[in-house]
T-cell receptor
């Protein structure tokens, strides 16, 4: 099935460090979502983006809707151990109600 | 308000059997989407229902089917189970409008032996 490319696939970071990840697509999207999934649970919505160039924050998390509408970025500042999990991006194109999900970025934080 | 409820949480079935999974959306949400999550393939879209009608469908074989009831609760069915159907099946609900974000349930972990 169709998927978005996320990078990096996984990363180990030290507590307190900033984290950046991105998501790219060959298609233009009208909406970008970022989710976090903890082990054994469903993904939880972190940030939603609706306009090219939009920059939105949720606490220590900041996400951007790329100008080309084919990419999106998520930054986590001053990471803490509970940031551990898998982060997914999801995009929705025009004329459809379904979301395509990225391959995920697995984040591990070393205390 | 209550979140998205999926039952059962865990299920073990034998190859060749069929299975039915249930999803109760957030009250007032009319759209229910189903995703299959596997370590190798990530989150793959199965189908979406809105007001009892299938509005979108992913690229899965006909063994995977679903339906939605008038109270917006949804079920998905997998017939003639194969080992490769082992996965976490996630249900997500939304109000159904364009650009509405999903709220996911905790999923049903299906193991086919």
């Amino acid at each position: 099935g169709q998927q978005l490319n996320q990078s990096p696939q996984s990363m180990f970071i030290q507590e307190g460090e900033d984290v950046s990840m991105n998501c790219t697509s060959s298609s233009i999207f009208n909406t970008w979502l970022w989710y976090k999934q903890d082990p054994g649970e469903g993904p939880v919505l972190l940030i939603a983006l609706y306009k090219a160039g939009e920059l939105t924050s949720n606490g220590r998390l900041t996400a951007q809707f790329g100008i080309t509408r084919k990419d999106s970025f998520l930054n986590i500042s001053a990471s803490i151990p509970s940031d551990v999990g898998i982060y997914f991006c999801a995009g929705q194109g025009s004329g459809t109600y379904k979301y395509i999900f990225g391959t995920g970025t697995r984040l591990k934080v070393l205390a | 308000k209550a979140g998205v409820t999926q039952t059962p949480r865990y299920l073990i079935k034998t190859r060749g059997q069929q299975v039915t999974l249930s999803c109760s959306p957030i009250s007032g949400h009319r759209s229910v989407s189903w995703y299959q999550q596997t370590p190798g393939q990530g989150l793959q879209f199965l189908f979406e229902y809105f007001s009892e009608t299938q509005r979108n469908k992913g690229n899965f074989p006909g063994r995977f089917s679903g339906r939605q009831f008038s109270n917006s609760r949804s079920e998905m069915n997998v017939s003639t189970l194969e080992l490769g159907d082992s996965a976490l099946y996630l249900c997500a609900s939304s109000s159904g409008g364009v650009s509405e974000g999903y709220t996911f349930g905790s999923g049903t972990r299906l193991t086919v032996v």
